[in-house]
């Protein structure tokens, strides 16, 4: 059976690092099922690791969290004008964040109809192109902090090129920070500011703030030009179930893509595309070396490996839905040994186990 292994340990680590690069208080990012470390598990050593609050997209993970966590600092980080979600975000005490002026008025009208009052973030869009007033919208965005039963604690932006571009990095901050200068010389307080996610912590000076949001750098898994030793975590792992000795000639895996060119053993590991190896996540396109380089990737398929007993063996034939065949010619691997491979978490299916060691 599957699973996909995590070293605790390692990961307390990269949360030590993380702090002291920070400086500044965490906002532990668990959206997308904890970044696939699973967001239950994830967000309870997040916790114990002294992390307080919390941030999401989906109002589905709010029941997860509340049943996880003494905390009710849970954050939001979608500004939606849908009722439904707009009564589940304030009747639940959550953090509310607020990008349109449509967002601040369903807010509030559930708020009254609650009897509550809500605690909100402004999000202002630097360049991104999602959520958030634009900064020619500022004069709305003031207005929001008149109504009656929303309650704004803070403030944030969202970097759009933190992994590749720092210049841009930094003139969105500084739109970020005029922004918020405008409002507060209309006499609002603006409360806690935050802007960087991992890759701007990461790849950007002085992007702090008040608090720094952190999710894919917690796995060791973000692109950085930063040396500060984190742990790259995660692995699927299975253990062999079949070895299987095959002559010259043979056709292994679907459509007989792959013919043995000499006799070859092979293990069958039961890990395949329902498991999310094989799979990739697309890589944005930033310029033209980039085009040719996955071009050069469609014309050949880079070589998969699987690790068993500490080596490196190569994947042959098509990779299935749930298992397969790798070359251990001339290896002593047998049935039963566990075999490994590197693999994203958040390409890793949402069904498969998640185990803490």
């Not at 959206?31 to 916790?47: D, S």
């Amino acid at each position: 059976m599957s699973r996909y292994v995590i070293d605790k340990k390692k990961l307390e680590e990269n949360i030590k690092l993380i702090k002291k690069k920070a400086g500044v208080d965490l906002i532990g990012v668990v959206k997308g099922n904890g970044y696939g470390f699973g967001i239950e598990e994830f967000t309870k050593i997040l916790a114990q690791n002294g992390i307080n609050t919390f941030a999401v997209t989906e109002v589905d993970d709010i029941e997860i969290l509340k049943n996880i966590l003494d905390t009710q600092n849970i954050l939001i980080m979608r500004s939606t004008a849908i009722e439904a979600e707009a009564k589940i975000i304030a009747e639940n005490h959550c953090t509310a964040t607020i990008g349109s002026l449509e967002a601040a008025r369903v807010i509030n009208k559930v708020s009254a109809e609650l009897k509550v009052k809500t605690d909100c973030h402004l999000k202002i869009d630097t360049g991104l192109g999602r959520y958030g007033f634009l900064p020619s919208e500022i004069e709305d965005a003031i207005k929001c902090y008149d109504f009656e039963n929303l309650n704004f604690t803070g403030a944030y932006t969202h970097f759009s090129s933190a992994f590749t571009n720092t210049p841009l990095t930094e003139a969105q901050l500084q739109i970020f920070k005029d922004a918020m200068e405008q409002i507060k010389k209309a006499g609002k307080e603006v409360g806690i500011l935050h802007a960087a996610n991992s890759p701007a912590l990461l790849n950007a000076e002085d992007v702090c703030l008040d608090a720094v949001r952190i999710g894919s750098a917690f796995t060791g898994r973000v692109i950085t030009k930063s040396e500060i030793g984190l742990n790259r975590l995660g692995s699927l792992e299975a253990e062999v179930i079949e070895t299987k000795t095959f002559p010259a000639g043979y056709s292994i895996g679907y459509n007989g893509l792959y013919k043995t060119k000499r006799e070859t053993k092979i293990a069958i590991v039961p890990i395949g595309h329902y498991d999310g190896f094989g799979l990739a996540k697309e890589k944005e396109i930033a310029d033209l070396r980039s085009v040719f380089s996955q071009f050069k990737k469609y014309l050949k398929k880079s070589q998969m490996y699987v690790r068993i007993n500490g080596r490196m063996y190569s994947v042959i034939g098509e990779i299935g839905l749930s298992h397969t065949a790798v070359d251990i010619t001339g290896s002593d691997v047998k049935i039963g040994d566990t075999a490994s491979v590197d693999i994203s978490p958040l390409l890793v299916n949402p069904r498969i186990k998640r185990v803490y060691k």
